[in-house]
């Protein structure tokens, strides 16, 4: 049974960095795809970035050239490396790996 668990959310003046990981059961991982999300208050669940299983990224316009997603298959995590961070990426951060999500980290981005 797959389960994801997020982690590394906290609370960053604007301009900072932070990390976030996700830590994925399950002997699927190495063939799975893996994804970030974000919901603001308020606001819909959107898109922040994908990586394939070979390794392929993508990110959505807003975190392009600041955020980087990447992955570690030996250890079946992920991680969302957050740079240049803005009040408007404030946000509950998701990981997701085959339609199973996690409970969510918290990322507060003070001006």
């Known amino acids: 049974q797959v389960r994801v668990v997020e982690s590394g959310g906290g609370l960053v003046q604007a301009g900072g960095s932070l990390r976030l990981s996700c830590a994925a059961s399950?002997?699927?991982?190495?063939?799975?795809?893996l994804g970030w999300y974000r919901q603001a208050p308020g606001k819909p669940r959107e898109w922040v970035a994908t990586?394939?299983?070979?390794?392929?990224?993508d990110y959505a316009t807003s975190v392009k050239g600041r955020f980087t997603i990447s992955r570690d298959n030996a250890e079946n995590t992920g991680s969302l490396q957050m740079n240049s961070l803005k009040p408007d990426d404030t946000g509950v951060y998701y990981c997701?790996?085959?339609?199973?999500w996690g409970q969510g980290t918290q990322v507060t981005v003070s001006s």
């Open positions: 990586i394939t299983a070979f390794g392929s990224t």
């Open positions: 399950g002997s699927a991982f190495s063939v799975s795809a």
């Open positions: 997701t790996m085959r339609n199973v």
